[in-house]
């Protein structure tokens, strides 16, 4: 048997919504964390194809890459809250996915990570403890 202060408050709410008023949920924080992860392992591979001398590569890379390093903005801009931000960044997000999946045709990374990360980004923000945070006024 479950004591009911262990349970959402209400069936719309979700556990991630036990957080202070003033901080994120987890949705909204992992969301966060994958995109800036997403993007300094992007940064760590480029830095390796300019030093093994790969300007093919680079090319290629940089291209991949450009969705992930395009929600590190974004997702620095959270705590400004606002439909517009938490939509621009699941469409970037979306897209990010579509162009990493190109990589599983070319073996360049993203790829399959890539995939992964942005489609876990998107899925993370349209959850109802992240639009709703979104939604509050600061």
């Known amino acids: 048997m479950t004591s009911a202060s262990t349970r959402p408050p209400h069936p719309d709410q979700d556990d991630d919504d036990v957080a202070p008023p003033w ?9 966060r964390i994958i995109a800036v992860g997403a ?4 940064v760590v591979i480029l ?3 300019i030093a093994l001398s790969q300007p093919y590569s680079v090319g290629l890379l940089v ?6 390093f395009a929600l590190v903005p974004l997702v620095l801009l959270f705590s400004r809250r606002g439909e517009r931000l938490r939509l621009a960044t699941i469409t970037v997000a979306l897209v990010g ?3 990493s999946s190109t990589g599983l045709f070319t073996k360049l990374p993203p790829g399959l990570v890539g995939v992964v990360a942005h489609g876990t980004i998107a ?8 639009k709703r945070w979104f939604a509050e006024a600061r």
């Open 23 to 31: 901080m994120p949920p987890g949705t909204v924080r992992g969301a």
């Open 39 to 42: 993007a300094a392992v992007g």
């Open 47 to 49: 830095g390796m194809a």
């Open 63 to 68: 291209a991949g890459y450009v969705p992930t």
């Open 97 to 99: 996915a579509v162009v």
């Open 123 to 130: 899925a993370l923000l349209l959850r109802p403890s992240a």
